[in-house]
């Protein structure tokens, strides 16, 4: 049996809270779609120390499962719930953990100095694929040879506190009685301290790049936590000695956004802006000011997210959003969040946001109206008819075009304030 914790996966062992003078007690540890669970068997008398954290809710935070196949170090516990038979003696207690990291069996991985990710769609975003290819053709034009060559990219550093870094890497295998070989690439996300670091710490990061491919991508990118590490818990030798950083499996179910069903990204969805367009700095740009820009672009992010919701909930998100953007652009040049930026009805904001990204994107996401100044009246009218009740309904096409080229004006913005070329991004947006 393999120490492994995929989902629908179910095992039976003993619970160990770090304490030597605390009794042992079986558990169930599962992974399901609601995340990862444990469910203690409790019996009257026997297990009374463990039965006393579900009577008070209060389980501890970082608890350690094992059982044939190995360890698993759970993070982030807490009370799930509480169940006791009449006249049996009999209970169970339910804990929930927010993080699994497999293998994990002295060190506390409740802190840690790394993390790995992997985003949907990054390897094309930062144009760090691993594997190029040539073919070679006769005079007839027909495939003659083929040379397929995976070769690793250097990382780039983003930095930022934790440093986060994209590195590339790559895998392969061969099947020779099914006579294929795979190479498999991707581009891990990483987050490294000298000190170790809560895993709150060192998740921000992963989860501002997911939000800032969903953005470019207009696409629920999937974030997936794959390893975490402890540098002083290293590879060993039977005699004890080290010999290199070792990476363990984690398991972070809610790590980041989750889309509302699977929505793998398809070959053809082009991302509005790249790395190359924003450069690292970009990136780094985004990530420090993840915050203050929270309250314009999360619900953009989210909103690709959310699956099949009224057509009106998704324009009156995009309009909040715009309306967030425009009050941020108010505040003095230089000014930090706590300085108040100037309160407008809705129409100047879109003005000054329409002003911001130059006449080429303004005129693309206005596609189908006479002028700027023409979508602008319509986008508030198509606004004030999802929100007041006293106006006229929003016509559902009207809606639909308002959501796509708000959502647009914001991307474009966005793009251009990390650094990218206006008219670059213009051309683009004409195509997506």
Known sequence: MENELPVGASRIGHLYDGDVKTPHVAAQLSRTADGIRLELSLLNGVTDFHEAWFKDQQVPSYLQFRDTAGAVALAGCRFGGYNRSLGYGHASGV???????VGADVEDYSVL????SSIDGLARWTGLSSVSEKRKYDNESRLKAVTVRAKSKPAIEVGGEPPLSLTPYFSTSTDEANGTTLIREQVWVETLTQQPASWREHLRPHRALQDLLALAYGWPCVLDITFAQREDDPYRTMDGESYGSRWLEAVVPRAGRQPSRESPLPATQRPLFVLADISPAGVAKWIGGYESLGRSMWPLASLAYQGNIPIQARLLQVATALEALGYELTRPAGAGSSSPGQTQNFVPYLELITREIGQSGAEV????HADVSSWIAAFNRAYKGVKHADNAAT?????VQMVKAGSLLARLWLGIHLGADPEVLADRAQYL
Request: charged share 25%.
């Open 95 to 101: 804990i929930w953990g927010e993080q699994a990291i």
């Open 113 to 116: 100095t790394g993390v790995r």
């Open 365 to 368: 996401a206005s596609k189908g």
């Open 395 to 399: 016509d559902f096409t009207d809606a």
